[in-house]
Nanobody, 119 residues
Framework: QVQLVESGGGLVQAGDSLRLSCAASARTFSMYAMGWFRQAPGKEREFVARISGSGGSTYYTDSVKGRFTISRDNTKNTVYLQMNSLKPEDTAVYYC????????????WGQGTQVTVSS
């Protein structure tokens, strides 16, 4: 069982930056690929970014490329999402998720952290 706890959300203005953190309880954190997802009011949850267990491979949805950066520190069992040049359309609850490397389903999810970007 892996527990994930997100933090770092808040209310910011357009153009500002935020860094989200997700702390994991996994004993061997590097075994898990990690992802960030978000869900805006009235919309389905969508993929934002993912990172491999080693941190050597990352992937982003097109709408955040060049603005968001996913990273991880396996010594701290933590994954980050640095969000720059935030836009009002980035407003959502952000969730981190974990899947065992080599599998496709994100089995473990955090409780989410709210990010609100005002115009």
């Amino acid at each position: 069982q892996v527990q994930l706890v997100e933090s770092g959300g808040g209310l910011v203005q357009a153009g500002d930056s935020l860094r989200l953190s997700c702390a994991a309880s996994a004993r061997t954190f590097s075994m898990y690929a990690m992802g960030w997802f978000r869900q805006a009011p009235g919309k389905e949850r969508e993929f934002v970014a993912r990172i491999s267990g080693s941190g050597g491979s990352t992937y982003y949805t097109d709408s955040v490329k060049g603005r968001f950066t996913i990273s991880r520190d396996n010594t701290k069992n933590t994954v980050y999402l640095q969000m720059n040049s935030l836009k009002p359309e980035d407003t959502a609850v952000y969730y981190c998720a974990a899947r065992i490397a080599g599998t496709y389903d994100y089995k473990y999810w955090g409780q989410g952290t709210q990010v609100t970007v005002s115009s």
